[in-house]
């Protein structure tokens, strides 16, 4: 029977692994006098895992209701939201908004959450008094309260059930890790070069942890190291005495033995010569071994060894400068620093300071030693995905580096304030090269960093 006392009830239903879900959280009812927004944002009617779901724009699409129809129907359409990958109905790209039907498939991007929409008739069935002629309304149905309040064995252990999530999406490795080297630092107490060595590397490995996320490309972390390991090879290596012959002999790049007596003017150009340019170059040397490697190797080695698009170039550059970093706080800065406060004040003042030095410097390499290379590994890696340019673009990536290199290194002897500012700029012109590189990758459907990206 279908009169005053039925309704048509509308509804979408979530798709998983190309199955129905049959849990009430999949299935979301779509109100006559209300549109639903899907997406990743919490203001959304329906809000999608932004982890599991990281194809989804913040406000994906919308489903809105329009008037009764003649039959007495509700009717609905779907509309896009400019999002950044498409929303697709029954397969095709949806263009503009386009009616809803029993059945039909709506996909966020390609290969994204799936929702069917249905719909039923709903009786609403009323019992009527004849002695009073009143209208009763019928008894809500509870019975499945009992199935709400019961609690399974999976709630209680949540852990059995949570499989590979604890490390897609809980950050298992990055926890283990930091469980290991809480570790090392207890072991290490009472050893201070040690635990100076634990304390270095776990800050410079969360540092990295940082701009390979935002990278969003997966790498072996083996080739990573070897970055790190190569770099500091270079620099215990003959190699840079030759360096320093050229840039800081040959070149400019000298500095006199009291800063006072020189301007600002030249105290830039020497850095610009003595630490800008020869140091980058240091650091790219093993980017460009990766290159050249990679290129000689069959895929998949190939890819993921070499260099092949700036997002490579920014891991491996990021890379390197993790191992220039700790190599000159940990063999320089903190020993000299260490040795002089211990001959004035004692071991124990030298060993505080020496603490408090190594702290700030590899924390800062965001900002400083991984912020330069990590923007000229931008360089390197867009001069291999357009070679035509190559030249110049390699030109004009190691100037801009050696120029922010230089700047903050001059900047140091002058004012804090000015080194905040700079250090601030190296950071923005790295993320830059960051967002930039995910929006020329060739690989960029495939970029776990998606869940960054803003909707269009």
């Known amino acids: ?28 009812s779509l109100l006559p006098n209300q549109e639903m927004v899907i997406g990743r944002d919490t203001s959304c009617q329906v809000v999608l895992d932004a982890m599991m779901y990281r194809m989804v724009s913040r406000r994906h699409a919308v489903v809105r209701p329009l008037s009764l129809s003649p039959d007495g129907k509700f009717s609905w359409i779907i509309c896009d939201l400019s999002s950044a990958n498409g929303t697709f109905l029954n397969g095709q790209l949806l263009q503009g908004s386009q009616e809803l039907h029993h059945g039909d498939h709506i996909s966020l991007g ?14 609403q069935p009323t019992a009527i008094s004849a002695s009073q002629g009143t209208v009763i309304a019928p008894r ?3 019975q499945h309260q009992s199935h709400h309040d019961s609690v399974s064995f999976t709630q209680l252990f949540p852990i059995i059930s949570t499989g590979k999530d604890l490390t897609r999406k809980a950050y298992l490795i990055p926890g283990i890790l930091t469980v290991i080297f809480v570790v090392l630092m207890f072991a290490t107490v009472g050893h201070p070069q040690a635990n100076q060595v634990i304390v270095g590397s776990y800050i410079a490995s969360a540092a990295y942890y940082f701009v390979y996320q935002l ?10 190291i070897a970055m790190a390991l190569s770099t500091m090879l270079i620099l215990l290596s003959p190699l840079l005495d030759f360096f320093i012959f050229v840039f800081r002999v040959l070149l400019p790049g000298s500095l006199p033995i009291s800063q006072d007596s020189i301007t600002f003017t030249e105290l830039l150009v020497r850095m610009f010569f003595g630490a800008g340019l020869m140091e980058e170059l240091l650091k790219a040397l093993p980017i460009f071994g990766a290159y050249f490697i990679g290129s000689y190797l069959p895929s998949p080695w190939r890819e993921k060894i070499g260099v092949w698009e700036p997002l490579d170039g920014i891991l491996l ?22 040795q002089n406060v211990t001959q004035q ?11 408090q030095l190594l702290i700030p410097r590899i924390l800062g390499s965001v900002a400083g030693h991984m912020a330069y290379s990590g923007y000229l590994g931008y360089f390197i890696g867009l001069a291999v995905l357009k070679p035509s340019m190559g030249w110049q673009i390699l ?43 995910r929006v020329l990758s060739p690989t960029r459907s495939q970029n776990f960093a998606t869940r960054f990206l803003e909707p269009k």
């Open 110 to 123: 390609a290969d994204g959450p799936q929702f069917i929409f249905e719909y039923e008739f709903v009786p």
């Open 215 to 224: 990278c969003g490309k997966q790498k072996p972390w083996w080739v990573l």
């Open 317 to 338: 550059g990021t890379a390197s400068a993790v191992g220039f970093t700790l190599l000159e706080t940990l063999g320089q800065y903190v020993p000299v620093i260490t």
């Open 140 to 142: 809500p149905n509870i």
């Open 395 to 437: 030109t004009v990536g190691y100037l801009s580096a050696s120029a922010l290199h230089a700047l903050w290194n001059a900047t140091g002897s002058i004012n804090a304030l000015l080194l905040v500012i700079v250090g601030v700029l190296s950071y923005a012109f790295l993320m830059a090269a960051i967002l930039k590189a």
């Open 1 to 28: 029977m279908t009169g005053k006392n039925a309704r048509h009830k509308a509804f979408l239903r979530l798709v998983s692994s190309n199955v129905v879900a049959s849990s009430t959280e999949s299935r979301y």
């Open 345 to 355: 004040a004692g071991v124990g003042a030298g060993q505080l300071v020496g603490l």
